[in-house]
């Protein structure tokens, strides 16, 4: 019965905070360029008149244009349900989840790439390409990541993978996953969410034909990735164990709207970069987990 | 009934396939379906915890005593190879027709049984001899099966390819028995690990089996042995035939002593095979060959787990190296189940298109909507992604490599980088068959060549289905499974241990996946066709008049990923521009070589010839030299022999 409740409550969560995060984003982009910016609840105004909207099919699309978003939504929101939430713990934790985890987000980019080539655009294409092909590169470092956390606390499920703080490696494991949640949330330096210029974009243009609906769950599945992520990256850095019901969720609270405030800074403070020193960038990123693996590795011996 | 009788019922059938096949193809297709069923069912009953079966004849073929042997870890790949073996025989009845290969079909239906029973053969015997026999018989089985199409222009060369390289294996694992039965003193089979002396000769063992399981860069025969070969021919070759070269590895891995290093150039062999096969399957254009490559690449995943289970055992038996094992095990049924899958739905489009170039193809949902959904099943089981049998079995390894590296054990100087290595292969799985889908299935025709298509006939789809199922089973149901991979696992080097609890939670978690999935999809759909659906062209930022042409090439899809590898694939690309102020046609060719066979076993091959060459000078013809040759010759053996009395 507890664990049914639980259940709904934690969809619950995951369903209604996700697109805030895009909001706050939008909100210090703003504050930075001295705007007054869009309310931060704007995402949840647009998801509710896309629902309500109708949509225009591509000739070409075949019933997968729709299953597409609905099983990469599903599968964001397993991962989702699979990381544990600081004093909260996890929903089902067992051996190995991690792996599930980071396969069920790749579950997710294959149906949104699927999607993406259906309707045999080639701005599209060039979206899908882009995406599997920097996908690649941020696997590394995730696996890495998952690595370093896993020689840290000598254990292989989420739940006790994130207890332990990460020592001096800890700086570098933040600052590798958070180059790979700008990467995998398609944020700048790699991608730019608010260009028009087709050319230059990853995540936005695969979605140039969606509409209504699909695009609808396609939106608050970025946003829970983002969110996902974010609390990622705060519970593998922050050390949360020791703390009270209350402090803990207050310090998890604030990570992930610091990590967010980050996410905003960065794109107000930064330019895109051009396509060719994105590898480069996503390296830089795999260096800094292989890093952070190798101070897991020594500290654990020492 | 025990095993022996059905065993001896389903060689029976293959073996009157064998001869009455080219005559008969109804009842071939009874007698194969009946042998594959038996190979199933007595395999079945082995992994269902029936005692190991073992048989010694009261005669002898060769000089040998006849000794058969059916346990845990032959049962597996037994029951796969009935599985494929039968779907194969069923597809075949339309794909390759008597009506459209009237000269070729009733030879394929012969061979077909006879490469079916050989293989059987091998993974029954259990003497060096036999072994050797039946292995002989499948590689020239599978050679006339490869070159079954006498119009393919490239089936001749690839033939010839794939004999000289098996040749080679088939050189090495004559060596290695010999080498065994020398050492030992009989040609019989069976554990002997205590036998410290054998243990040098699994570098003999891992070239013979590596070339025929197509291990980078012994894989070189496999792309165009894949690719030229009729596709029901391809889907046992890769589902079911380069897996004999796994038998091989992990049967002689658990029953002779290994050398320490062995497992460590397994692990690294195999996951540098996955990286580079996937590079390689990225930058194809030739729907078959990609998924050869991929084959390449799923070698390698069994490689690094086998390998990993090596390591894992020679720091005494833990609980990592049993999952790893039970993890290498099960990805041989679901990349062999999920390749042949993928085989026959790539015969299915070469079929309704007469085309494997995937530049070429395009749109091919709307004409072949089953095959379509198939294959998709199919890529996504194969690229490993949850709810299906890739993943689960690949999740097993994993956790096999993270255990070793979180025990800090001195595995894990191989475990870590054969993790990360195998989460690269894995997004370039991903990218390959994203790649490999959506040109052949989706956006628009390119080129006309689907424009008159037609969906495969039930016959086709069937087996097809049939095979989709199993896969879906491995993935949403691996607890049940599990006591079966056990006992497989259980024969190579002893007990894997109880069952982790979390193979039972993946196995919910994939199953609730599904349903889920399958839910929102449907939930999805019913909201768009509820809320107002209206169809119209493809909008991409509003181009009035898009053509097939435009759309994104496979070239273009994978040229990031190529670009990256291009140390490696060495792509070699002819242009020519648009010039002037009215252009004339420009064109841009586009190839990737195959590399480690042109830059290098071609020349290395070039430079036996050569020296071959220099030698036969000495062959001319003339008697006087030749008398002279045996003369110098008997003098140097009367020096030798002087000098080795005097002493």
């Known amino acids: ?302 | 009934m025990t095993d022996g009788p059905i065993l001896f019922v389903a060689a029976a059938a293959l073996l009157l396939g064998c001869l009455l096949g080219p005559r008969f193809p109804r009842l071939w297709i009874a007698l194969t379906l009946a042998g594959a069923a038996a190979f199933i069912a007595a395999s079945a009953h082995i992994l269902g915890g029936g005692e190991p079966w073992e048989w010694r004849g009261g005669f002898s073929v060769g000089g040998e005593q006849l000794h058969l042997r059916l346990d845990g870890l032959s049962a597996l790949f037994l029951a796969l190879l009935g599985v494929v073996g039968g779907a194969g025989a069923v597809y075949s009845r339309s794909y390759w027709s008597d009506a459209q290969y009237p000269r070729s079909a009733p030879r394929g239906r012969a061979l077909w049984s006879a490469l079916v029973v050989s293989m059987g053969g091998v993974l029954l015997a259990s003497n060096g001899l036999h072994f050797l026999l039946a292995w002989e018989a499948f590689v020239l089985a599978a050679y006339f099966l490869i070159i079954l199409d006498p119009d393919s222009a490239g089936a001749r060369p690839a033939g010839w390819l794939y004999l000289a390289a098996s040749h080679a294996g088939t050189l090495c694992l004559f060596g290695f028995f010999c080498g065994i039965a020398s050492r030992t003193g009989s040609w019989d089979l069976g554990p002997m690990r205590d036998n410290a002396g054998l243990a040098p000769l699994f570098w003999l063992g891992l070239v013979g089996f590596g070339l025929k399981a197509g291990l980078f860069p012994l894989h070189v025969w496999l792309p165009s042995g894949h690719a030229s070969a009729p596709s029901h021919v391809s889907a046992i070759l890769s589902g079911v035939m380069i897996n004999m070269g796994v038998y091989g590895l992990v049967r002689f891995t658990g029953w002779l002593p290994v050398p320490h290093e062995a497992g460590w150039v397994l692990i690294f062999g195999g996951a540098v095979s996955a990286l580079a096969g996937m590079a390689f399957a990225v930058s194809q254009t030739d729907l078959k060959r990609l998924l050869a490559y991929c084959t390449v690449e799923n070698v390698g995943i069994i490689g690094v787990g086998l390998g990993a289970a090596l390591l894992g055992s020679e720091q005494g038996g833990t609980s990592w190296g049993g999952l790893a094992l039970a993890g290498a095990l099960l990805h041989v049924w679901s990349h062999g189940l999920s390749k042949a899958l993928l085989f026959f739905g790539a015969g299915s489009v070469v079929h309704a298109t007469g085309t494997r170039d995937m530049s070429r193809l395009g749109g091919l949902w709307k004409r072949m909507p089953k095959t379509a959904a198939l294959f998709a099943f199919g890529s996504v089981a194969i690229s490993g992604l949850p709810p299906l049998g890739g993943f689960v079995s690949e999740w097993m390894i994993y956790l096999g490599l993270l255990g070793a590296a979180s025990s800090r054990s001195p595995a894990a100087w191989a475990a870590i980088p054969a993790a990360i290595l195998l989460g690269i292969s894995g997004a370039l799985a991903l990218a390959a068959f994203v790649k490999a889908c959506s040109a052949v299935f989706l956006g628009a025709s390119r080129g006309g060549t689907s424009d008159h298509a037609h969906e495969s006939p039930d016959l086709m789809i069937g087996p097809m289905a049939a095979l989709a199922a199993l896969g879906a089973v491995i993935g949403l149901a691996p607890a049940p499974l599990w006591p079966s991979i056990a006992r497989a696992a259980g024969a190579w080097r002893g007990p894997v241990g109880p069952m982790p609890w979390a193979v039972l939670a993946l196995g919910l978690c994939n199953l609730v996946l599904a349903g889920l999935a399958l839910v929102a999809a449907a939930l999805l759909g019913r909201r768009v066709r509820d809320g107002g659906l209206k169809r119209a062209p493809t909008w991409s930022c509003g181009y009035a008049e898009p053509t097939a042409r435009m759309q994104y090439t496979v070239g273009s899809f994978s040229g990031i990923i190529s670009g990256w590898f291009s140390w490696a694939l060495r792509p070699q690309g002819w242009s020519q521009r648009p010039r002037g102020l009215f252009p004339a046609r420009a064109h841009r060719f586009e190839r990737i070589p195959e590399t480690v066979l042109e830059d290098a076993v071609a020349p290395a091959a070039l430079g036996v010839l050569q020296l071959s060459t220099l030698v036969r000078r000495l062959q001319h013809g003339r008697l006087r030299f030749y008398i002279l040759y045996i003369v110098a010759g008997l003098a140097g053996l009367g020096i030798l022999t002087a000098m080795e009395a005097r002493p």
């Open chain 1, 1 to 302: 019965m507890m664990a049914s409740v639980e259940f709904i409550v934690r969809i619950g969560l995951w369903f209604l905070l996700p697109p805030l995060l895009p909001g706050i984003v939008n909100r210090v982009k703003a504050w930075v360029a001295g705007r007054r910016g869009p309310p931060v609840l704007q995402l949840y105004y647009d998801l509710a008149r896309l629902w309500r909207k109708g949509v225009v099919l591509s000739d070409l699309a075949s019933p997968g244009f729709i299953a597409g978003p609905a099983v990469a939504w599903v599968a964001v929101a397993g991962a989702a349900l699979l990381l544990p939430l600081g004093p909260l713990g996890s929903l089902l934790s067992f051996r190995g989840d991690v792996i599930l985890l980071v396969y069920l987000l790749a579950l997710a980019r294959f149906c949104t790439a699927w999607a993406a080539m259906e309707t045999g655009s080639s701005f599209e294409g060039m979206g899908a390409a882009r995406e599997v092909s920097y996908a690649v590169l941020a696997e590394a470092s995730v696996i890495t990541a998952v690595l370093a956390l896993s020689v840290q606390s000598g254990s292989v499920s989420l739940a006790r993978m994130m207890e332990p703080a990460v020592g001096s490696g800890g700086v570098l494991l933040a600052a590798g996953l958070f180059t790979v949640l700008l990467a995998e949330n398609c944020r700048v330096p790699f991608d730019d969410p608010a260009t028009h210029l087709e050319l230059t974009m990853i995540h936005e243009v695969m979605v140039l034909d969606h509409s209504g609906p699909p695009l609808a769950v396609i939106l608050h599945g970025a946003s829970m990735k983002l969110l996902l992520y974010a609390l990622l990256l705060v519970q593998a850095v922050v050390p949360l164990g020791g703390l009270s019901f209350p402090a803990a969720v207050a310090v998890l609270a604030g990570g992930v709207l610091a990590v967010t405030v980050g996410v905003g800074l960065v794109e107000s403070l930064l330019a895109r970069f051009a396509f060719r020193r994105v590898p480069l960038l996503l390296t830089t990123a795999f260096l800094l987990c292989l890093f952070a693996l190798l101070v897991a590795w020594n500290g654990g011996a020492a």
